[in-house]
């Protein structure tokens, strides 16, 4: 298969070789796919299942229950407003209406030049710091539309 490189191969072979049940490996699996693809096209969920002796469904049930996990390529930033319980109460709506408003998409979409794709998220786990984002797995909390600003500005 074309679609991951000899070198992942290489990698994920050595991951599953670590576990004694090779569906063990899946999550771990998949990160180092998606990290050389850059997505989980359905070409690549085959291809781990295939590699793991599992079904498609299994590989792609897992795929949709993970948000680190994505089926369609993302921007260069993809940013994830944390819209709990935590996140809710300490003012996430304004922050998610301002992203929307600052950069012209919803949740799911991607701006056209490609460089910011929006999701909410469920939890990040910073509910200490609400309301939080992540911008691809760095953290950002104790947002404001002022502070969500100056970190979008600072990006290269």
Known sequence: MTLVPVEA??????????????????LPVLWVVQRHVGYLPDEALAWVADKLGLTFMDVATTV?????????????????????VSCLLGGCEEIEAHLKKKLGIGFGETTPDGRFTLSEVECIGACSWAPAMQINFDFHHHLTPEKVDRILDALP
């Open 9 to 26: 191969e290489k990698k994920i072979d050595e991951i599953i070789a670590r576990y004694p049940v090779r569906r063990s490996a899946l």
């Open 64 to 84: 949709s229950f993970y948000t680190m996990f994505t089926r369609r390529p993302l921007g260069r930033y993809h940013i994830q407003v944390c819209t709990n």
